[in-house]
């Protein structure tokens, strides 16, 4: 399972909350198995398991939930055991203190390295929980060929990405698994234990799906923040393989032969990937999605910058003696700790050419699907570009002078003049640098020289049609011009752009309120 698996090597949080929801799910069987006279060994173990899950994070509540779930069960099936504990005294006694070391371990040892829950223990770790459920902070994510903002993704984003990016041998393992169990719910009249073990552990994993898309939750990154659901996932899996092997065996056992062969050789593929491409291997898209070579461009790709080490490690190769200023687009400045000639400055990628820096080492993550495959993201001085499974993902770039950046630096001191003199130099060695037009199109109509104006925002359109700064430029240039209803319309294109464009509000506010004026 590379998604899984990739991650147990750079997530903090994901990967040890899969741990505690797995160790809960556990200790919850266990518990139901040894019920109506469990050990206080697995009541301890399970407490401790949920307390785990909590502290790292509110989520880990949910395991309360399945423990009530399974008792619920257990007595609706086996009514005649309620009466037996209810009337046996040392059994009801010692139920009720395991309950309570399951309730008090759980929710107060979870909270020990929680600073906001200590400070109301019962108020604020079920805020944290409500804001987990609607995480405000929206990430702009690339989501079938379209970069749109995650608090806008379709319902479908999250079982999607679980289609495409599980191995396919373990989604025809859950998919045989539920045929044997739909198939025993439906024709056996008795329900028997495995049964209902099966029915736990399909729960597990298929209420937080349901549950999340439900509730519309902000998701992203892919399956990340829904990692700990893999792992019910692929035990079920592995059950409906197993099922499936022992029904072929009856009738033949060299066709059990041949199946069990089929699905050691399906599994080759995922771990030749994780093998080959480490520490890069979470990036893993199945056939569905048509592999990593059509995912790229098309859905969200390094989102945890792993590829920018082996850029970082070539970069020491280069043995640069004297002090240079390495800029990235993502915050991994760790990498240099041990280089005291080496200084980290972050910026966004296209908008580069604003920052000082020496060397450039840029992940080609979260930028707009059209710049990637028309490769006009390409920037120049390029030293060398790293790949992952024939995808560029991450590029190493040399500046080969500051004009654009004391370009930038002139303007913003109001030489504007000055400012653009180094910008057209700028110009003449990066034609792809589309932020150059930007800012060169926002001098010229400071200058009021509208015509220049026009061909730099006609030209940066070539390179990015859809790109935010242009439009709120024109946008402004109609706003002076006193045409009020082109510049709404065109504030109107930006926000379906991008809705999130804080930087037209109070232009957009202006325009608005002069289209009042004129209507009063």
């Not at 945890?304 to 002090?323: G, P, R």
Request: proline share 5%; hydrophobic share 45%; net charge positive.
């Amino acid at each position: 399972m590379p998604r899984l698996a990739g991650h147990a090597f750079g997530n903090l949080k994901d990967i040890p909350f899969a741990t505690g929801y797995v160790a809960g799910l556990l200790m919850t069987i266990r518990f139901m198995k040894e019920f109506p006279h469990p050990r206080w060994k697995t009541s301890l173990l399970l407490g401790l398991a949920i307390a785990f899950t909590v502290s790292i994070r509110a989520g880990g509540f949910i395991l309360f939930g399945y423990l009530g779930l399974a008792l619920f069960g257990f007595f609706v099936l086996k009514p005649f055991y309620l009466t037996e504990i209810v009337s046996t005294k040392p059994v009801f006694v010692r139920l009720l203190g395991q309950g309570a070391a399951i309730l008090v371990i759980g929710y107060f040892a979870g909270l020990l390295f929680w600073p906001f829950a200590l400070q109301n223990i019962f108020i604020h770790p079920i805020e944290s929980l409500r804001v987990m459920e609607h995480y405000k902070v929206s990430i702009r994510q690339v989501f079938e060929g379209e970069l749109m903002w995650s608090t806008q993704l379709p319902w479908y984003y999250l079982p999607k990405w679980l289609l495409i990016s599980s191995p396919l041998m373990l989604l025809a393992g859950l998919v045989v698994y539920l045929v044997f169990f739909l198939k025993g719910m439906v024709f056996n009249l008795v329900i028997n234990k495995q049964m209902i073990l099966g029915g736990f552990v399909l729960f597990s994993f298929a209420f937080p799906l349901i549950y999340v898309m439900a509730i519309g939750s902000n998701l992203y990154s892919g399956i990340r923040q829904m990692l700990f659901i893999l792992p019910p996932m692929a035990l079920l899996s592995v059950w409906g393989i197993y099922k499936l092997l022992v029904l072929i065996s009856t009738r033949s056992r060299r066709l059990c032969y041949v199946f069990t062969l089929v699905f050691i050789v399906g599994l080759i593929w995922p771990f030749k990937h994780q093998a080959s491409t480490f520490p890069a291997d979470y990036i893993f898209f199945n056939s569905l999605a048509g592999g990593n070579k059509n995912a790229w461009g098309n859905y969200e790709y390094d989102y945890y910058f792993h590829s920018v080490k082996e850029a970082v490690d070539f970069l020491f190769q280069l043995d640069e003696k004297e002090e240079i200023v390495v800029a990235m687009n993502s915050n991994l400045s760790n990498y240099f700790d041990k280089n005291p000639n080496i200084h980290y400055t972050y910026t966004r990628f296209l908008e580069r050419s604003s920052a000082k820096w020496d060397y450039g080492i840029f992940g080609l993550n979260y930028l707009e699907p059209g710049l990637l495959k028309s490769n006009v993201w390409q920037p120049a001085g390029m030293v060398k570009t790293f790949y992952h499974k024939g995808n560029p993902v991450v590029v190493v770039v040399k500046r080969q002078d500051y004009s654009d950046y004391y370009g930038f630096s002139e303007i913003k001191n109001g030489n504007l003049q000055s400012g653009v003199e180094f910008l057209e130099t700028a110009l003449e060695g990066q034609k792809n640098n589309v932020w150059l037009y930007v800012n060169m199109a926002k001098a010229k109509l400071e200058l009021s020289e509208i015509e220049e104006f026009k061909f730099y925002l006609n030209e940066g359109k070539k390179l990015h049609p859809s790109y935010e700064p242009l439009f709120l430029l024109e946008a402004g240039y109609l706003f002076k011009e006193e045409k009020y209803d082109e510049a709404f319309r065109k504030l109107n294109q930006l926000f379906e752009i991008n809705p999130r464009y804080m930087p037209g509000i109070e232009l957009f506010k202006e325009v608005k309120a002069e289209m009042r004026k004129n209507r009063s």
